[in-house]
């Protein structure tokens, strides 16, 4: 359908459209019309991808003169692919409307290891041996060498690609990761350079968030962006997480071997340089004598990664003379490595400001800030030196150097913790330092000066006025969209106590009362009254490992689990991602085939940090991939969601405490509003994934006494707060069992999808015509 | 029609299997609400006042969608009249939960017998067996049949629950079965299923799929909650799957699948079945019945190949195994064939139009068609005679009579 936001004609590519993406296209286009960052909150399921598609070409198609791109950032492979089959659809249907004019170029991007075609690199396990696997052949080097001697393999795929030079480039179309590798398979072209070279040229660019936010990769993929470009982060809930993980570095005891090792490694290297080719080095110590901008023109391939957030003008200036010959530098890193790894063999916590770090490193170690700021790039240029070509055996001594460069650019907002130990385990010693990343604004700062336009979006953005405090910017526009439905398809019921037949004990997950043998046999007593009434999958989340095992155990010793897998199975997510994977799969078999199946789960941040990010970059490694992708558990999968607990996280965590700090001081963002926002959003993005569409139905039951409490309760998005009714503030078990035996026997009746006269859902091209542009504000409410 | 109070008190009293020590521990008059839930047949109108949860309307767009549903597809249809049906009934633990009062298994056993006869009574010339479920094994409680008496008399006796619940060995059970029957006849499962689970020794969809094969159609009316298994198996199969909400829905439900259903395209063909028409014996005459095996006086049917006496029709001869029905049980059938076109409803504006001012009375019962308020009602029109009728009278005219009496009189007249 066709339609008019303003001076904007929108093309849609569906007949329908539901109210809550129409009013949502209306906050969109005020914000491009501002030129502004926004935020906006709207749930999963009503088809927030296909809205800010269509809008924002649609304006791009509107305004021709303007040489606008879209940049839509992923989270995962998964989420791009179906971004650009999206896509896809609307291109097609806005080529029927306006003809060729229409065309535009799209592409995803994403790492080698999900592009390359070339048979025998992309058969390595992980994504860091693909990529030096790519260097081996396509370093410049290499090729010279390759062009004097034949046996020496080149990638064929490069090698046309660069043969064809700037004939080397897409027809405008949508190209998803399919296709792209396709097409460059057939033209011989190798996929990943070609999708790196084209992202400059296209209109849609689809990547995932590192390519703008970590600034090792940004300054590469992204440096070449206009500003009048729109940037999407989607499913941005964790945006700033992403951000301070980008720029923190942890070193532990292997890194500091590891780098010993690279150290000695480079200087065999050096030394067999010095001994054949003196010359290469000397031309080195000249090119870094003027300076490291110049460094500029290195060919595509050689550029792997660059300097971490660096000032521009750190760039014009020459590098500190002390490091400039290659054994001098080897000998400040070693000497960097020696006091690292001296640090880490203390006994008790310490705690630091990168300032005092850096401070008594030159005190002890004789390594000044300036020095330390240009490791990073000093590594990359004496690695091109010694054309090095396995990288992903050097990555202990980039750590070393993406730690040192960290240090010496950034006074504010770090700290550096060193533990002896894991306060869970403290009897296994296990040091790590740790260079911790408070300030989520640092990472994101250049994309918000950069861009034109900002736009984050997810289904669980709440409270939605914190965000900004934490990211540091304004946004024109921060908008809560609820859902519109048909019936009343979501239950959310927050429990408070144990049933009223029995001792009505308050359940918590409280420090002082989860250990409570009366709470555990409540929650235990709650999920087994539950497996008896909900048919199929049932999700349920605690706050973390060990209490998941503490809870278990007891369970188990108690004969509830026993009593649990008369009616269902009992799946458990443990930290080996292809058991969950695995557990994952038969949890869905179980569900298919009637048996009905519970699964014992973490909140995303409970997972070790990429750990389930990993099984979807690389769902290609995984045998079973499809599982992996997404894990969402609507329909049948999740009949029910049961969030035991308020999953705060650890507070005596030092990391989580320095970051309080620094909120606090910087920020005046109080301690206990920061932990109850974190920890609600995760329980949001926990029971969130229930549903993912309207025809679904699903119940949350919110299995903590403090969630009663308004200040928690409101900080939960409002689609879902809509729901709550106030009766089911404050349930026992047996009451949520009868409100959720009512509820499935309603929802298993059928219904009328459109919906009745009074509560529209679903917007023909009429029916959006007739409503003026005034009384659609009071529907999106 | 009152009936929704009935359905709240039913729906209401929710304990689990530890009820009775849920019970000891209320008090007296906090038993009497608990069970009643009365406050849940109430509801809040716009400005915050009580008032009882208006059910009749509610009914009747249940209805009527029930009736859009059947005549969606086209008017003049060939329906399957020649039913082979088997009921499999969930005796699983799950069955004796006891959210229905007095159990699901008690409501469901009421509810079947009611069926069977009403099956009988709409689709004289079908048959029915009942297979249970019990203990993850399915047994076969009455061979195919044509006598309502037997099934419900064997169904009485056995209605002890206990253990899990298996769908595929009751599909694979009743496979075996329905695969033996002539061609002319449409193979028809109906699961009454009271679990949320199924414990099955292997992988039910290839069992799925074989009665897909074999052009079985199975509905499935679940007591608690839809299950995504048995979805899947109706629309595989090409049957219903419904979810009784209380007592009295699931009544709605289990006779909805009395009427026959649309013939399967591939079955519909040309077919000559043997049936015989009993005599009714003469008032007084004594004789011993071959169903019952014990002389009795008079009001019998007499077989017309053996002679052999029964004592209700429709049924099948105990000695040569013939087909007994009558001609009503035949002309019975007929209206399934010619049904009558849904009513169209009628918007408000049309009542207070002055030029069909002899339309303010229903046509059926002569009432008045308006409000108490003097505002017009709810109303139906014929789509053929452009009569006007009340909601009762629709569905009177649709489910017992089968006849428009608009329509009629037009002809006679």
């Given at each position: 359908m066709k339609f008019h936001i303003e001076d904007v004609t929108v093309y849609f590519p569906y007949d329908h459209i539901y109210p809550e993406q129409y009013s949502y296209m209306i906050e969109l286009k005020r914000t491009l019309d501002a030129k502004g960052h926004c935020l906006l909150e709207m749930p999963t399921g009503t088809g927030k991808t296909?809205?800010?598609?269509?809008?924002?070409?649609?304006?791009?198609l509107s305004k021709p003169q303007s040489p606008m791109k879209l940049i839509y950032c992923t989270r995962t492979v998964h989420e791009m692919e179906k971004t650009l089959a999206e896509l896809k659809i609307l291109h097609n249907y806005q080529i029927k409307h306006l003809g060729p004019q229409a065309r535009i170029l799209a592409i995803g991007l994403s790492s080698r290891k999900n592009l390359c075609v070339n048979p025998t690199v992309v058969a390595a396990k992980n994504r860091d041996s693909v990529d030096a696997?790519?260097?081996?052949?396509?370093?410049?080097?290499?090729?010279?060498?390759?062009?004097?001697?034949?046996?020496?393999?080149?990638?064929?795929?490069?090698?046309n690609y660069e043969k064809a030079a700037s004939a080397a480039v897409l027809p405008p179309r949508v190209y998803t990761l399919q296709e792209l590798r396709a097409s460059g398979k057939e033209k011989g072209w190798c996929p990943y350079f070609l999708a790196r070279h084209m992202v400059q040229l296209a209109n849609v660019v689809v990547y995932s968030y590192q390519y703008l936010l970590d600034p090792k990769v940004a300054r590469i993929i992204s440096k070449e962006m206009q500003k009048e470009s729109v940037v999407v982060f989607d499913e941005a809930h964790n945006i700033d997480n992403v951000c301070i993980e980008a720029l923190s570095v942890s070193v532990r005891r292997q890194t500091l071997e590891g780098a010993t090792r690279n150290l000695s490694r480079i200087s065999q290297e050096i030394d067999r340089f010095k001994a054949t080719d003196a010359s290469i080095l000397r031309a080195e110590y000249n090119r870094l004598v003027e300076g490291l901008a110049l460094r500029g023109n290195l060919p595509i391939t050689d550029n792997w990664l660059s300097n971490p957030a660096l000032p521009d003008d750190i760039l014009k200036e020459a590098v500190p003379g002390n490091i400039r010959r290659a054994e001098h530098f080897l000998h400040v890193l070693r000497r960097l490595v020696q006091y690292l790894s001296g640090r880490l063999d203390t006994e008790n916590v310490e705690k630091e400001s990168p300032v005092g770090f850096v401070a008594s490193l030159s005190s002890h170690a004789g390594i000044d800030q300036k020095t330390l700021k240009f490791c990073y790039d000093r590594l990359h240029s004496l690695m091109l030196t010694l054309e090095i070509t396995d990288t992903d055996e050097f990555l202990h001594i980039q750590t070393i150097c993406d730690f040192a460069t960290l240090v010496g650019t950034y006074g504010r907002g770090f700290s550096i913790i060193i533990e002896p130990f894991d306060d869970r385990m403290p009897h296994i010693p296990d040091p790590v330092l740790q260079l911790s990343c408070h300030d989520a604004s640092l990472?994101?700062?250049?994309?918000?000066?950069?861009?034109?336009?900002?736009?984050?979006?997810?289904?669980?953005?709440?409270?939605?006025?914190?965000?900004?405090?934490?990211?540091?910017?304004?946004?024109?526009?921060?908008?809560s969209f609820t859902m519109s439905l048909t019936r009343d398809c979501i239950c959310p019921m927050v429990l408070t106590r144990g049933s009223s037949c029995s001792d009505q004990l308050p359940v918590s997950t409280k420090f002082d009362m989860r250990s409570d043998p009366g709470v555990v046999r409540n929650y235990g007593k709650l999920l087994?009254?539950?497996?008896?009434?909900?048919?199929?999958?049932?999700?349920c989340f605690f706050v973390s490992y060990s209490y998941m095992d503490g809870i278990i155990d007891t369970w188990n010793d108690s004969g509830i689990l026993k009593e649990i897998m008369q009616h269902k199975l009992v799946f458990i997510e443990t930290q080996d991602v292809v058991e969950t994977t695995l557990a994952l799969d038969n949890y869905r078999r179980a569900c298919d085939c009637g048996r009905g199946a519970v699964f014992f789960l973490l909140p995303e941040r409970e997972r070790n940090f990429s750990h389930f990010n990993e099984i979807t970059w690389n769902s290609h490694v995984c045998c079973r991939g499809k599982v992996a992708e997404g894990i969402d558990f609507d329909r049948h999968y999740g009949r029910l969601v049961i969030m035991i607990g308020v999953p705060f996280q650890y507070t005596l965590s030092k990391i989580l405490l320095a970051r309080l700090e620094y909120l606090r001081d910087t920020f005046q963002i109080k301690e206990g509003d920061f932990l109850t926002f974190d920890a609600l959003r995760q329980a949001a993005q926990c029971v969130g994934r229930v549903i993912r569409s309207k025809a679904d139905y699903g119940m949350m039951i919110f299995a903590d006494k403090r969630y009663s409490r308004h200040d928690k309760r409101s900080k939960l998005p409002s689609w879902i707060l809509s729901h709550l009714q106030d009766a089911n503030l404050n349930l026992s078990t047996d009451m949520a069992l009868h409100i959720a035996r009512e509820f499935l026997k309603k929802m298993a009746q059928p219904y009328d999808k459109t919906g009745s006269s009074d509560k529209k859902t679903l917007l023909s091209q009429e029916e959006l015509e007739k409503l003026g542009d005034g009384s659609m504000h009071e529907m999106s409410y | 029609m009152n009936n929704g109070a009935g359905r709240r008190i039913n729906g209401g009293a929710e304990e689990d299997d530890d009820e009775d020590d849920v019970n000891g521990d209320l008090d007296a008059w906090e038993r009497t609400y608990t069970d009643e839930r009365s406050w849940e047949s109430l509801q809040e109108d716009e400005s915050g006042m009580l008032r009882p949860i208006d059910n009749q309307a509610l009914y009747h767009s249940q209805y009527r969608r029930r009736l859009r549903s059947l005549s969606s597809t086209a008017a003049r249809i060939q329906k399957g009249l020649i039913r082979y049906l088997y009921i499999v009934i969930d005796l699983s633990r799950a069955a004796s939960e006891m959210d229905f009062r007095p159990s699901r298994i008690a409501v469901i056993a009421k509810h079947v017998e009611t069926f069977i006869r009403e099956f009988f009574y709409q689709n004289p010339l079908s048959q029915v067996g009942i297979v249970t479920i019990k203990d993850g094994v399915a047994h076969c409680l009455t061979d195919i049949g044509g006598s309502p008496e037997s099934h419900i008399n064997a169904l009485m006796k056995k209605l002890e629950c206990s253990g899990d619940s298996s769908l595929q060995n009751a599909l694979d059970l009743v496979d075996g079965y329905l695969n033996q029957i002539p061609s002319y006849g449409h193979r028809e499962v109906l699961i009454l299923y009271s679990a949320l689970s199924t414990c099955d020794p292997g992988d039910i969809m290839d069992t799925i799929q074989k009665c897909r094969k074999s052009k079985i159609r199975c509905s499935v009316i679940g007591l608690a909650a839809e299950m995504f298994i048995c979805k899947h198996l109706c629309q595989e199969t090409g049957g219903t799957y419904s979810v009784a909400l209380d007592e009295s829905h699931f009544k709605e439900l289990i006779l909805e699948h009395a009427p026959p259903p649309p013939a399967i395209a591939e079955f519909a063909v040309a077919n000559l079945i043997n049936m015989g028409f009993p005599q009714r014996a003469a008032e007084g005459s004594i004789s011993i019945c071959s169903c019952h095996k014990e002389a009795k006086v008079g009001a019998g049917y007499t077989c017309p190949r053996c002679k052999a006496r029964a004592c209700e029709l429709p049924t099948e001869c105990c000695v040569c195994g013939l087909t007994l029905v009558s001609s009503p049980h035949l002309a019975r059938s007929y209206h399934h064939l010619f049904p009558i076109a849904p009513f169209d409803e009628v918007t408000s504006s049309h009542l207070n139009n002055p030029n069909c001012k002899l339309q303010r009375n229903c046509f059926g019962c002569q009432q008045s068609l308006l409000d108490p308020g003097n505002k017009p009602g709810p109303a139906v029109v014929c789509p053929k005679c452009k009569r006007y009728f009340c909601l009762d009278c629709d569905i009177y005219i649709h489910e017992s009579l089968h006849n428009c009496p608009g329509c009629d009189s037009l002809r006679h007249s």
């Open positions: 296909i809205a800010l598609l269509s809008l924002i070409t649609s304006y791009c696997g790519c260097r081996k052949l396509t370093a410049s080097w290499v090729r010279a060498l390759a062009a004097e001697n034949p046996d020496v393999s080149t990638c064929e795929f490069f090698e990472a994101i700062k250049p994309v918000f000066d950069r861009f034109q336009s900002v736009v984050i979006t997810s289904g669980t953005l709440s409270p939605i006025d914190l965000y900004p405090r934490l990211l540091n910017f304004h946004p024109v526009v921060s908008r087994l009254e539950m497996v008896s009434v909900v048919p199929d999958g049932i999700v | -």
